[in-house]
């Protein structure tokens, strides 16, 4: 991707992050819901039970971030590098009101960010309700697993894109005797692909068949934005193995939705927003000769200013993500005999979460 970023702006974090990144800004445009998404979140305040447990979540202090590379700039995730439990809460008051929201937090999980300063920030100061995922730290075996041993921590996260370039293997991003502490210890881990689901298959199924006691959870239904070729095949195939989940989190397909309903029933679902990015009203679209992007309305500092003058109008009206995906659950679980609907709900937006990651 192209960009405006002249090296000299990375002159000095602080420089870089106030001048690049206005935060604030985009948290204020977010949380101004436009008349859909008001419509929207009382249609859907009536669907869902009245305690949920998210269960991924992005949290740090700002002052965690360090240097942010051009990779990381120009990737929607660094949209809110700083995202404090306070503004959690700010959020979480505007999009479920009158419901019950246990989370469960991770700090935002790219290179860049003080990890082990988040990891002590969100266990020092998370609300009884909530709970806390370790960012285990791939080069630092013996932190991450002390960490395992000694703290109150209900999953591990753990991120391909920490290094640059991003690891493409599953055990480069969780090494395997951090994988070993976590299966003794009953540690679920949060798995974000290094690729896409149907190009993962065998790495994942190596993974299983080397740590069959590990409960793994794939974040994003296993990455699929749209139903591609062999997509349900392999869903079928990972279904197989038991200690596996999948969150929900910033999949605005119904077809996806449906096909891992399918494969893994509702009790291995759990509804995950990615809380701050869910926020972002964007869609995915393809571009003639770049292929998927993200396309917004809103010009982001991690947005393509050519693309976007050229196809802005296609984000014209869009909700955040977070409607576009909680729509896709309720347009899914609708078509699934009446009398089952009140369980699913209540299995993928609390039950499965709260056993797989022991809240109370
Ligand atoms: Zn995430």
Redesign the pocket.
Known sequence: MGGGFGPHLYFSTEAKMSTQIDSQAYLQYSLKLSPDEIRLREQMMRFLPETIIDC?A?CNLESHVGELDEGVMHHMMSTFPGFSLEQSAQVKAVLYPGKHVQTLRFAN?YRGISHRAANEYLLAHSKGGDRVALFGIPDDVSYTVWMLETRNVAALKMYYQYFNPPATLITEVFPEPILEVAQDLGIPIILHLPKIITKSLADLQQLLGNFPRLVVVL?HLGLPHLPIPGLQEAYDEVALYPNVFMDT?MIPSAEVHAMALKAFGPSRIMFGS?EP?NLIRSRVFHHPTKGERLITEYPYHWVDPDDHAQFQHLAHGLTMTHWQVLSAIQQTTVRLPVRTWKRVIEAVFYTNARSVFKFS
């Open positions: 991924h992005h999980a974040a989190s990615d990015l």
